[in-house]
């Protein structure tokens, strides 16, 4: 690297096994369930000094997560009277995987008590799930009389895409300036404008769902511009 100009680089990887897991209250034991979690990280950074008060700043960084939850074979089954339960939890299995993109270009200027800071960030954020809730069934049951003599209700969800990929861009600028008014003190102003898109397309219209409740399942709410100013001091 040449005289002015520095390279950061980072990377991280993190995997973890869990089993018999804690579903939470009123959920089943979790017995034989089980999470497979990975996540990847990486990210490189370049400085480069123009001028004795002038320096530009770039950085790129990419990360993925996944959460991969499997559950029992075994047909999650529920006593009601005695609030007991066994089997496979219905809202098992699920997988979950986040891949994202940043990256983001600033210029630093440093002026008597002020240290002025403005650029522009990126994101490209992709989400790829897949989760069949509910889909293999519970069988639910009054009492353990009604379990013994086979007296019971299947409950079971159908219809609908069990995997789906989307993604999510933003954009933003911002602006901050670090000033110095006495030694031992620093007074913080920011201010950031941030714009998200979401998906508008892939969905189908369900014509039950408008019938039964007016609202359509197709509808992509229109988003703000977001301002985000900040203050502080240290």
């Known amino acids: 690297v040449a005289t002015g100009q520095s390279v950061a680089l980072r990377a991280s990887v993190a995997d973890r096994s869990s089993h018999d897991l804690d579903l939470g209250a009123g959920r089943f034991l979790g017995l034989g369930t089980s999470l497979q979690a990975r ?18 700043q770039m950085s790129v960084a990419v990360d993925r997560s996944l959460r ?5 074979a075994l047909s999650g089954t529920v006593l ?6 066994a089997g496979a939890d219905g809202a098992l299995p699920g997988r979950f995987e986040r891949n994202a993109t940043r990256a983001s270009a600033a210029l630093l200027f440093r002026g008597g008590t002020h240290q002025l800071k403005a650029g522009f960030a990126w994101t490209w954020t992709s989400h790829d799930i897949t989760y069949a809730a509910w889909r293999a069934g519970s069988f639910l049951f009054g009492s353990v009389d009604d379990f013994a003599q086979g007296r019971g209700a299947f409950v ?50 369900s014509a039950e769902w408008l019938r039964f409740t007016t609202l359509s399942n197709a509808l992509v709410p229109k988003l703000k511009t977001r301002l985000s100013p900040r203050l502080g001091f240290s």
């Open 39 to 56: 996540d990847i990280a990486a990210s490189g950074a370049f400085t480069s000094r123009l001028s004795a008060r002038l320096q530009a």
């Open 68 to 72: 991969d939850y499997s559950a029992p």
């Open 80 to 85: 009601v009277a005695g609030g007991l339960s």
């Open 156 to 205: 079971q969800a159908v219809g609908g895409q069990q995997a789906e990929q989307f993604s999510i861009n933003s954009s933003a600028f911002f602006a901050q300036d670090s000033w110095s008014p006495r030694s031992g003190l620093n007074v913080f102003f920011g201010l950031r404008v941030e714009r998200e898109s979401w998906p508008t397309g892939g969905v189908t219209p």
